[in-house]
T-cell receptor
Framework: LAKTTQPISMDSYEGQEVNITCSHN???????ITWYQQFPSQGPRFIIQ???TKVTNEVASLFIPADRKSSTLSLPRVSLSDTAVYYC????????????FGKGTSLLVTP | IAGITQAPTSQILAAGRRMTLRCTQD?????MYWYRQDLGLGLRLIHY???????GKGEVPDGYSVSRANTDDFPLTLASAVPSQTSVYFC?????????????FGPGTRLTVL
């Protein structure tokens, strides 16, 4: 059974690096890992996506080990405005149509 | 630039009533999705459509139906609403099916069934 798991919540201080790990043991060979950010009363929005190794953009990095059974979203030097819920989305094409979101990690950044 | 619009923004509905949540996108995306979001459960896929004229069941399809008569619209219908369908509903679209396609989400519809 396809399952995407991530921590329920994390706390951080401003300026620190935050790493959020997502576990996806049954990820399909050809499927990607995507992270979304959601603020209250808004829909999720795309942050970053990767297939393997490391991907970096202007807001985050995504680390994916060789076995691809997990991935880590890294937010450098977080600010108060990074307080949000972060979702990991993984494809499990081998399980039939299954794009599975994790239950989300609520990140609280404090001064 | 509208992207994805959803209507209504919120609704209070009596149990047993029929309700259709509307979703429209102007990006000419082939794939569209309906999710429900509940506290502690995250986003769960209800139904999806990979292209106009086709639909499929997601993780929690019971009590919901969808149609995809054209590329832009993807309405979600609750034939006879029950209190357990109280939730926030998000519509999303992507250029095509597949996990490598970014999904664009609408602002959501907050539905309360009493």
């Amino acid at each position: 059974l396809a399952k995407t798991t991530q921590p329920i919540s994390m706390d951080s201080y401003e300026g620190q690096e935050v790493n959020i790990t997502c576990s996806h043991n049954n990820i399909a060979t050809n499927d990607y890992i995507t992270w979304y950010q959601q603020f209250p009363s808004q829909g999720p929005r795309f942050i970053i996506q990767g297939y393997k190794t490391k991907v970096t953009n202007e807001v985050a990095s995504l680390f994916i080990p060789a076995d691809r059974k997990s991935s880590t979203l890294s937010l450098p030097r977080v600010s108060l405005s990074d307080t949000a819920v972060y979702y990991c989305l993984v494809g499990y094409s081998n399980s039939g149509y299954a794009l599975n979101f994790g239950k989300g990690t609520s990140l609280l950044v404090t001064p | 630039i509208a992207g994805i619009t959803q209507a209504p923004t919120s609704q209070i509905l009596a149990a047993g009533r029929r309700m259709t949540l509307r979703c429209t996108q102007d990006m000419r995306h082939n794939a569209m999705y309906w999710y429900r979001q509940d506290l502690g459960l995250g986003l769960r896929l209800i139904h999806y459509s990979n292209t106009a004229g086709t639909t499929g069941k997601g993780e929690v399809p019971d009590g919901y139906s969808v149609s995809r008569a054209n590329t832009d619209d993807f309405p979600l219908t609750l034939a006879s609403a029950v209190p357990s369908q109280t939730s926030v509903y998000f519509c999303a679209s992507s250029k095509s099916e597949g996990s490598y396609n970014e999904q664009f989400f609408g602002p959501g519809t907050r539905l309360t069934v009493l």
